[in-house]
C-alpha cells in the first residue's frame, strides 16, 4: 500500500486504500477480504450479508439499468448508441431534464423514440412533440420498426394532418381516454387539443427540434403542465425568480437581503415538496440552434427542473482535438496517419482545394494499400459500407453542410478517427486529427 484516498470508497464514501480502490473499490471496513470475491455480484452479496450495502447499490443499480437500455437501443435500432447518445441516456436515468443542442443528424429524435418505448415497457406514458405532419408521420414509422424488433406492441398515438376525419376522431377519442403510452402530435395539436391532455400525466416529454417553439410562452405553461406542474406551483416559480432578483438588487446596494432570502427559501421548498410528491415527468428539448431567449418563462425550466437550455452546440468533449504541422507532402503525411491510427478514417479535403484534390488524394491512398472512397455525396449506403469496415477511409469535401459532420452517424466499431485539413489564413494548411475515445461503454 502507497497512498490512502479519502472519501473513494464506493460503498462508504470513507477512506481506501490503492490496493482496494484496484480492486472493486471497496474498503477494509465495508469489507475485509475481496480476494475470493469474482464478480461484483459477489461483492453487492457480501455487503449485503454484512448488512453494509450502502452507497455502492445505487451505483450498481445505475449501471444495470443504463446496461438495459443500452441492450434495448441497440435491438432496436440495430447498432448501439454512440458516446453523445449514451451522455443522454444517463442524464434522462438520473431522471434529469436537460436540452440537447446539436446538429440535425446525431441521433437525436431516434434517441428520443428509444427512450420513449423504453419507458412505455415499464408502463409509462411519453409524449413526443416535432414541428411538422411529415416528421410525425416518420417518427410513427420509426416506432412500428423499432417495436417489431423488440417483440413489443406499445399503444401509439400519431396525430397529424394528414388524417382522415374518422381516424382523427377516433385518435381523439383514444387521447381523452388516455388510451395510449406515446402519443407523437405536431405543437399544432397541443396548442389545439390541450384540453384533451389536461390532468395526463406524462413520464417523459421529448420536444424535437422546435426552435421555434419555446418562444411562445403559453407553451413552456402547456409543458409544464403536461408535466405534472400546476399553476400554483408555475406561480411559485414565478415569484421565486423575483425574489432572487430582489436579493441580487439589494446586495448591490450593499444591504443584506436575509429577510428576501428567508422568504425564497420558504418558497423553493414548498416546490420540492409538490415536486416530491407529485412525480414530475422527464423533459428533453432538442434544437439545432436554441435561438429561443432566455425569457422569463423559459427560466421557468431552470427553477422548476432544475434544467438549463443550452445555447451552444454541445458536442461531447470525450475528445482530443490536435494539428499537425503539414508537411510538404500532406498526402504521405495522411497515409502514414491511417496507417498508424488503423482503419476507420473520415477525410475532409478543405473546400479551396475542392474535389479534384479529394480524388487525387484517394487515387493515392488506393495505390498504397488504404481501401478509400472518395464520395460526392454521402448516402446511407456508402455510410453503411463504411461501418462494415468496406473502406478504410471516406474523402469528401469539407463542408458546414457536409453530412460527414454528422459523424455521429457512424458507430463502427473501435475507434472513429477524422482527419480534417483546414486552411488557414489562405496559404498555410495544417492538418488536424480528431479522435474520440476508444471503447464506448458496452454492458
Ligand atoms: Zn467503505
Known amino acids: 500500500m502507497r497512498v490512502i484516498y479519502h472519501g473513494l470508497c464506493l460503498n462508504c464514501r470513507g477512506a481506501i486504500s490503492d490496493e482496494r480502490l484496484l480492486k472493486f473499490g471497496i474498503c477494509e471496513n465495508c469489507l475485509e477480504r475481496v480476494d475470493d470475491l469474482r464478480s461484483w455480484k459477489h461483492v453487492l452479496k457480501a455487503l449485503e450479508r454484512r448488512g453494509n450495502l450502502r452507497f455502492v447499490d445505487d451505483i450498481f443499480n445505475f449501471y444495470k439499468a443504463f446496461g438495459d437500455l443500452s441492450k434495448f437501443f441497440r435491438k432496436a435500432v ?135 417553439f419555446l418562444r411562445s410562452p403559453r407553451n413552456i405553461d402547456r409543458i409544464l403542465e403536461i408535466l405534472g406542474f400546476d399553476n400554483a406551483t408555475i406561480a411559485s416559480a414565478i415569484q421565486l425568480m423575483a425574489f432572487r432578483r430582489e436579493a441580487a438588487r439589494l446586495k448591490r446596494m450593499g444591504e443584506r437581503p436575509s429577510e428576501v432570502l428567508a422568504s425564497f427559501e420558504s418558497i423553493k421548498s414548498q416546490i420540492e415538496n409538490y415536486k416530491a410528491k407529485n412525480n ?41 482535438d490536435f494539428y499537425l504541422e503539414a508537411k510538404e507532402d500532406v498526402e504521405d503525411q495522411v497515409l502514414s496517419l491511417i496507417k498508424t491510427f488503423g482503419s476507420g478514417c473520415l477525410i475532409f479535403v478543405p473546400s479551396v482545394f475542392g474535389r479534384e484534390h479529394a480524388l487525387k488524394l484517394g487515387e493515392f491512398l488506393n495505390a498504397n494499400g488504404v481501401k478509400a472512397n472518395t464520395y460526392a455525396k454521402l448516402n446511407d449506403a456508402l455510410l453503411a459500407a463504411f461501418e462494415r469496415g468496406e473502406y478504410d477511409a471516406l474523402i469528401g469535401v469539407a463542408s458546414f453542410r457536409s453530412p460527414l459532420a454528422r459523424g455521429g452517424r457512424s458507430s463502427r466499431e473501435g475507434s472513429l478517427r477524422y482527419l480534417h485539413w483546414r486552411a488557414e489564413d489562405g496559404d498555410q494548411t495544417k492538418l488536424g486529427g480528431v479522435q474520440p475515445r476508444q471503447a464506448p461503454y458496452t454492458s
Open 78 to 212: 440495430g447498432h448501439r448508441m454512440w458516446s453523445l447518445q449514451e451522455v443522454w441516456a444517463k442524464r434522462v436515468l438520473l431522471k434529469r431534464s436537460f436540452s440537447i443542442v446539436a446538429p440535425t443528424g446525431v441521433g437525436k429524435t431516434v434517441f428520443g423514440i428509444v427512450l420513449a418505448l423504453h419507458f412505455a415497457t415499464n408502463g409509462r406514458r411519453s409524449y413526443i412533440l416535432v414541428p411538422t405532419t411529415l416528421l410525425v408521420q416518420q417518427i410513427s414509422e420509426k416506432i412500428d420498426a423499432y417495436s417489431e424488433r423488440l417483440g413489443i406492441c406499445p399503444r401509439k398515438i400519431c396525430y397529424h394532418a394528414g388524417l382522415i376525419e374518422k381516424e382523427k376522431k377516433e385518435l381523439l377519442e383514444k387521447v381523452a381516454n388516455g388510451d395510449f403510452d406515446v402519443l407523437v402530435t405536431t405543437e399544432r395539436f397541443l396548442k389545439n387539443h390541450f384540453e384533451l391532455l389536461r390532468g395526463k400525466h406524462f413520464d417523459f416529454m421529448f420536444v424535437d427540434d422546435v426552435d421555434s
Open 280 to 320: 414530475i415527468g422527464l423533459l428533453v428539448v432538442s434544437g439545432a440552434t436554441m435561438k429561443a431567449k432566455r425569457t422569463k418563462r423559459i427560466k421557468l425550466f431552470e427553477e422548476l427542473l432544475e434544467f438549463q437550455i443550452g445555447f451552444k452546440p454541445e458536442l461531447l468533449r470525450n475528445i482530443k
